[in-house]
């Protein structure tokens, strides 16, 4: 479930709870809807995307509107990063009080934190839009299964067709908890029949989020949108390589993934790096990840911190807070020799080494870096493609592998090392004002991908 936000894990339970409640209401004439428990925000957990509102009084530099980043932080004037996920808005309170205390910037801060925006809950399923949508303070499943529209589209059809004389359609699929519905003849049949299968749709996909999809492995789709039956976990550390942010990370993907991200840390290891930090590769089932990560669909991809520097086992807690180092200035236009070292080569060329790796993304000037310093065999400089961001992991993608004809395969690289204009460009842009980007909304899952959604 960790990669369903908090709320959804809240809406999820309250699932359980609205199918009692319906099953309990059929007898009702006229029943309503019964309403759900507000899962209202003071206890909401704070998490990756979430937008809040800082009010140090006082204090207009410390005031202001700050994001929760994917690493869980919100980063504040003066003070830096302070670690937001996990806590509700007065547990944030306290945390920013006590970072002013501790740097001496603030006497007696009174701080005051509101969430001005939630992050995205993920509906799937049995539903014309399954996708991202954005959580609301006090929302219930219904709610969240009304955003995407089939429950209320069943009820208007059945309602016309009510008024029509005829009978309302039968649910294509779900359950037959309909039939004990009978005191109130079809109306709440066909009414509590179709919110129930959709409840029950939605309770099934969201449990289903914890679980892999039972093999052999079948991935359908695109990075971008897809999703994976036969996935298998990546332990939470081995020879080389440690796992981290696993609160909001998740470590399944096709068993080829998994073994070569093994062995990419032993080799590492043998090279005499220190341990790599593995997070985000895929949901136990795909589909899309939350915080905005625009792929991770297929259990294909693996996203891996640059940072080879010797590291003791952390723990658990530890785990969670760990920042990956950039080995990127800040002005994005060169490497930033505090962090880079000849290791990350090593390791940026171990990774493009390993068999069937489509490409990985790594930061332009870290690009740029490698077009420079690299001797000998540069062929593998195809493989390293410049992408925004990616200036302290790299990020691998590997192939479709051969027997998996519903994996949609991208065109590889084009021919050459990359250190042409095409780099360039990436630089050029920087000099450019920022354009702004609309939120990110995963497209629909391929229809394919529901009966590995589903799948018990
Ligand atoms: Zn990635």
């Not at 001005?116 to 609301?136: C, F, M, T, W």
């Not at 490497?335 to 068999?355: F, G, K, M």
């Not at 590997?398 to 519903?406: S, V």
Request: charged letters at 20%; hydrophobic letters at 40%.
């Amino acid at each position: 479930m960790q990669l369903v936000a908090a709320a959804a894990v809240r809406m999820v339970r309250q699932i359980c709870l609205l199918t009692l409640l319906l099953l309990a209401a059929c007898g009702g004439p006229g029943s309503e809807l019964p309403l759900l428990p507000d899962a209202g925000p003071p206890d909401y957990s704070l998490g990756p995307g979430d937008q809040v509102r800082i009010i140090t009084y006082g204090e207009e530099n410390l005031t202001g509107e700050f994001r929760v980043n994917d690493s869980g932080n919100i980063s504040l004037p003066l003070i830096g990063a302070v670690h937001a996920a996990g806590l509700t808005s007065s547990g944030l309170e306290g945390a920013v009080a006590t970072a002013l205390r501790h740097g001496d910037l603030v006497r007696g801060p009174s701080v005051a934190v509101e969430v001005i925006s939630y992050r995205s809950i993920y509906v799937l399923g049995e539903v014309n839009k399954p996708g991202q949508y954005a959580y609301q303070p006090g929302m219930t499943v219904l709610s969240a299964i009304a955003l995407s529209m089939t429950t209320w589209r069943l009820f208007a059809q059945a309602r016309a067709r009510r008024s029509k004389g005829g009978r309302g359609p039968r649910p294509s699929s779900g359950p037959a908890m309909s039939s004990r519905c009978s005191s109130d003849g079809s109306d709440n049949r066909s009414r509590f029949g179709r919110v129930g299968a959709a409840v029950l749709a939605a309770l099934s996909l969201a449990a289903a989020a914890d679980t892999p999809a039972p093999g052999p492995l079948h991935i359908i789709g695109s990075q971008a949108t897809g999703c994976l039956a036969g996935a298998v976990q990546l332990p939470s550390a081995g020879v080389g390589f440690q796992t981290i942010h696993r609160a909001r990370s998740s470590f399944w993907g096709a068993p080829s993934t998994i073994s070569r991200i093994e062995s990419l840390a032993a080799q590492a290891h043998s090279a005499g790096l220190g341990d790599l930090y593995i997070e985000d590769i895929s949901r136990p089932r795909g589909g899309p990840l939350p915080g905005g990560h625009q792929s991770h669909q297929l259990g294909l991809d693996v996203d891996v911190g640059l940072d080879t520097a010797p590291k003791r086992a952390l723990t658990a807690a530890e785990r969670e807070q760990v920042e990956l180092t950039s080995m990127v200035r800040p002005d994005q236009r060169a490497i930033d020799q505090a962090h880079w070292s000849p290791e990350v080569i090593t390791l940026l060329r171990l990774a493009a080494s390993l068999p069937d790796v489509d490409r990985i993304l790594i930061n332009p000037a870290i690009k740029r870096q490698l077009c420079q310093d690299v001797r000998g065999d540069r062929s593998w400089l195809r493989l390293m493609r410049p992408w925004y961001d990616h200036a302290a992991h790299m990020h691998i993608r590997f192939r479709c592998p051969a027997d998996q004809h519903d994996c949609a395969q991208a065109p590889p690289p084009p021919p050459g090392d990359g250190c042409d204009g095409t780099l360039q460009w990436w630089f050029d842009q920087l000099a450019l004002p920022p354009k702004p980007t609309p939120p990110y909304r995963p497209p629909p899952l391929p229809a394919a991908c529901k009966v590995v959604m589903q799948a018990p």
